[in-house]
C-alpha cells in the first residue's frame, strides 16, 4: 500500500445476497420512457404526510421506482437506498 487514502476507493462494493431476484442498479439507472415522465410531471407523487404507515409508504415509493417488492421489505430498501447513492453519485446529476 503506498497510499492509504486510496484503499477505500479501490475496495470492491460489498456484495448482497437477496432471497429473491432483484433488477441491477445500472438496469434500475436506464431512462423512464417519456410517457412516464409525462405522467409523473401530471400525477403529484404521494405526500410525505399521507395517511399510510411507513411500511404501505415505503412499498410505494419502491413499486413506482421499479424496485421489487416481496415478504423482506429490507431488501427492497437496500435496492432502493443502493439506487438512491449510485443515483446521487453519479456525476450526470451533481448539477440537479
Known sequence: ???IQKVPREKPPPTVVYSRNMPDI???MQVW???FED???????PPADIDLSTEQYARIVCSILDVPVYDNLTESLHVL???YSVFKNNQHFQGM
Open 26 to 28: 445500472e438496469q434500475l
Open 81 to 83: 437506498f443502493t439506487l
Open 1 to 3: 500500500i503506498e497510499n
Open 33 to 35: 420512457p417519456s410517457e
Open 39 to 45: 405522467l409523473l410531471k401530471a400525477v403529484p407523487l
